[in-house]
């Protein structure tokens, strides 16, 4: 079997994920997306006995490397090499998608044009001649729709005939008159450099000032820059013309000989449907509530319905729970060993995440839809007008949605996608606000509160939390552009609307599938990473000697009193020792967790029987019946189920208090008290540094008791917290602002290349966290307000603050630089 790699490339909205997902569906699908990044997607596919890997590249409208898109597409092509480029055309924008053509057929690899949207191209009246465009390009050209999956086995069979051909390639060339002489010198001075990538390219490439390939070719040739400098300076001289703009000009130009020889425009004057939908969705006085009420409705749909699925997925987790509960070791009546405690955090900090993953894969398939749809970039548009006032960009947008402006996202690809913004002050206050969107990690912890404190009000209560995190990353990104950042640079604006698109079933979930996968890899790895040491933490040092001593004599009181009570019994020796009695108190409490987690009369009848089967001398003792000795027995069982219970929770709130997780929680009381935060809270925000997800495995393990049973995280945190939903208010606004995770840290080091910007971004929104919930909860208290009253006061502050700067925009400084006098006696 023959390997063939291939990249996919394309401009943006060009359809590449739909050609993507078409491909895979033929013939043999070996492995769905075994690799899934920020930057591309992996798929594997056989086809006539060839083994192909194909590569979904950003999308990205030129070969330059100006965004991060870019480099991220040309340091693949330049490392990995691959067998053929297959290049993703919108047939309906044609004109402006063929210049990218012809960059990725200059690189030198075979390329294999796909016409995509040829169904909206022929809607539109759109008549390509694609055999012609074959000739003229000398290379495969197939027509395709992704969306109405046309086209998937003439792609592959050209990949498998393209790649077969490769030895045969003719080298791709457009003669740029006047630049091939400097061309050639550029070619001829690079020639014997260790380097597998076409020459003439390079070349080309160089005379573009490529950043990434004169780095490249510096390492055989240092002083190619200069020389390359002398060759542009030249032609400029003789030509007045600049090299860069001389080759955009011929691409173009070419692209124009193909259109017009290869495409007929019938309707060129007809207004589209597209057109006539957005007359709509972006009118200046329609956009921001037609915006926000598409947020409402995927919040309604996705929280709110979506959390009514985890009455059916809880159950499977609650019994798995129980499973691994039947396998572990168990307690000799208050000696429970390390195991079983470990094994039951383990599966506490797992099931808290995982039942929401119907949460989840609701909010993935929707966010897809407007992907598809088309309604991302119109976002972009329609708050660009919005961002500008507030020192942001329409280019903001992108790493925003990607933090999570519309839930469910990450702040780690939102802050590195923040490089392809030009606007140097905005990219800056881009990459401090996206901390500030509700990134996927945040969701199961709102959900877990909401569940706990707002049952009633979680649809409003996550509309408020979704939508006030841009307000708030807004009045940020106003207050440090107007001060710390002033005087950075500034450029202007630019972005293309893609027409709508009929979003595909298949399409919408297989990319629910990969985020879902994606998280659902974060909790195996990650979370419950930080799980093991957050319990190593809770577990050291442990009970104090006098501890031990004091909870062992009210254990040995609870069973002398059982011992006293039921000494009289014929069935006394039967349990007349410790060990006996505690493994008939597992038995009757196992028994009780089971019949209350039976869902109807035949699974209860089943449990009965199962525990017959077990035991029957126990079993008479559970269900004592006519047996006056046994319902005695009962009795005393029951009391010492529940004493026992009062003994370990005890024992384990000592145990947690006293450990290195609760001590730095307690340290940190004198501070947090004023937002009502006690101790566990700040254990769980402690553990969300390294990952957000933590907090809630965090209080979830710390609520949920060490027993078998069905008791959601939200009632065990609602039960046993002590906490009101003004509390609740109070921790929700403070992990609105709290500071990004470890992973965030890191990146925005790596695009503000300052550790002193890192610490800003880590202490500015702790000190904004602390100082705003504790204002709340303080008010909250003053005036009596509910845990929804307070969140709607500072819902409604936060948005009248941001319209009253909008309304009043501040003119920034937009230089810097000139003499420093020390005093004005210099003038």
Not at 339 to 367: C, E, H, K, Q, R
Not at 460 to 484: E, N, R, Y
Request: aromatic share 12%.
């Amino acid at each position: 079997m023959n390997n063939i790699k291939v990249a996919l490339a394309g401009q943006p909205n060009c359809g590449k994920s739909t050609i993507f997902n078409l491909v895979s569906g033929i013939e043999q699908h070996i492995a769905n997306y075994p690799g899934v990044t920020v930057d591309k997607k992996v798929g594997y596919f056989k086809y006539d006995n060839h083994k192909i890997e194909m590569v979904d590249l950003p999308g990205t409208y030129s070969f330059s490397s100006y965004s991060l898109e870019e480099r991220v597409a040309k340091d693949f092509i330049l490392d990995e090499n691959p067998d053929v480029i297959v290049n993703v055309i919108d047939a309906s924008n044609i004109k402006r998608n063929l210049y990218l053509t012809f960059q990725l057929l200059e690189i030198g690899i075979p390329v294999v044009v796909v016409l995509n949207m040829m169904d909206v191209a022929k809607r539109r009246d759109i008549e390509i001649d694609s055999k012609k465009i074959s000739q003229m390009l000398n290379c495969p050209v197939v027509e395709a729709s992704g969306a109405k999956g046309l086209g998937g086995k003439d792609i592959m069979k050209n990949i498998v005939a393209t790649a077969k051909n490769k030895n045969s390639y003719q080298e791709f060339k457009i003669n740029y008159d006047e630049l091939e002489h400097h061309i050639n010198c550029l070619e001829e001075k690079i020639s014997k450099i260790d380097l597998i990538q076409n020459k003439r390219w390079l070349a080309i490439k160089i005379l573009e000032s490529d950043s990434t390939i004169i780095e490249r070719i510096k390492k055989y040739e240092p002083s190619i820059e200069e020389f390359a400098k002398k060759e542009e300076d030249t032609f400029h001289e003789r030509y007045d013309k600049d090299a860069v703009s001389f080759l955009a000009s011929y691409r173009y130009d070419s692209a124009d000989i193909i259109y017009h020889k290869s495409v007929k425009e019938k309707n060129k004057d007809k207004q589209t449907l597209t057109q006539k939908v957005d007359k709509i969705i972006l009118n200046r006085f329609l956009a921001i509530p037609i915006l926000l009420f598409f947020m409402f409705m995927v919040y309604q749909i996705s929280i709110v319905w979506g959390y009514k699925l985890t009455d059916y997925t809880w159950p499977i987790l609650a019994a798995f729970k129980n499973i691994v509960i039947d396998i572990l070791p168990q307690a000799n009546f208050t000696d429970v060993p390390m195991i079983t405690d470990f094994g039951i955090w383990m599966v506490n900090s797992a099931n808290a995440l995982m039942n929401y993953l119907p949460i989840f894969f609701i909010l993935f398939a929707l966010i897809a839809i407007m992907e598809d749809v088309g309604y991302m970039p119109r976002m972009a548009f329609i708050l660009d007008r919005v961002f500008k006032k507030f020192g942001l960009h329409g280019q903001s947008t992108l790493p925003l949605v990607l933090g999570g402006a519309m839930v469910g996202g990450c702040a780690v690809p939102g802050v590195m996608s923040t490089k392809g913004i030009a606007d140097d002050r905005a990219r800056m206050a881009t990459i401090f606000s996206v901390p500030y969107m509700n990134c996927l990690a945040k969701v199961p912890f709102y959900t877990l509160i909401l569940g706990a404190f707002f049952k009633p009000d979680m649809a409003i209560m996550m509309f408020f939390i979704s939508t006030i995190t841009l307000f708030i990353a807004m009045i940020v990104a106003k207050l440090i552009t107007s001060t710390i950042l002033k005087t950075r640079e500034t450029a202007p604006f630019l972005m293309e609307l893609p027409p709508y698109h009929t979003p595909t079933f298949k399409g919408v979930i297989i990319r629910a599938s990969q985020r879902v996968w994606v998280y659902i890899k974060k909790v195996v790895t990650i979370v419950l990473a930080v799980a093991v040491i957050l319990f190593a933490m809770l577990q050291f040092p442990g009970l104090s000697d006098e501890s031990k001593i004091k909870f062992e004599d009210k254990s040995n009181k609870a069973l002398s009193s059982f011992d006293t009570k039921v000494k009289a019994s014929i069935y006394y020796e039967e349990f007349d020792t410790k060990e006996e009695v505690s493994t008939l108190l597992n038995y009757y409490d196992e028994y009780r967790t089971k019949r209350m987690t039976a869902t109807s009369k035949d699974a209860a009848k089943r449990v009965d029987e199962r525990f017959l089967l077990r035991n029957k001398t126990f079993y008479k003792y559970i269900k004592p019946k006519r047996d006056k000795e046994a319902r005695k027995i009962n009795k005393e069982l029951r009391k010492l189920s529940s004493k026992r219970k009062a003994i370990l929770r005890q024992i384990k709130n000592e145990k947690v208090e006293n450990s290195i997780l609760g001590m730095t929680g307690r340290a940190m009381e004198p501070i947090t008290q004023y937002a009502g935060f006690d101790w566990k809270i700040n254990v769980a925000f402690l553990s969300s540094f390294a990952a957000r997800e933590s907090a809630v495995a965090t209080l979830g393990s710390l609520y949920e008791n060490n027993k078998a049973d069905n008791m959601r995280a939200e009632e065990a945190m609602a039960l046993n917290s002590g906490y009101t939903p003004l509390h609740a208010t109070a921790i929700i606004i403070f992990m609105l602002l709290t500071p990004p995770c470890i992973a965030t840290m890191i990146v925005v080091k790596m695009q503000t290349n300052s550790y002193k910007w890192m610490m800003f971004a880590i202490f500015f929104p702790i000190g904004l966290g602390i100082v705003l919930s504790s204002l709340v909860f303080t008010l909250g208290n003053i005036f009596s307000w509910s845990g929804f009253e307070a969140m709607t006061y500072f819902y409604v502050s936060v948005v009248l603050l941001t319209i009253a700067i909008a309304l009043f925009p501040q003119k920034n400084i937009n230089w810097n630089g000139g003499i420093k006098l020390k005093n004005k006696k210099e003038l």
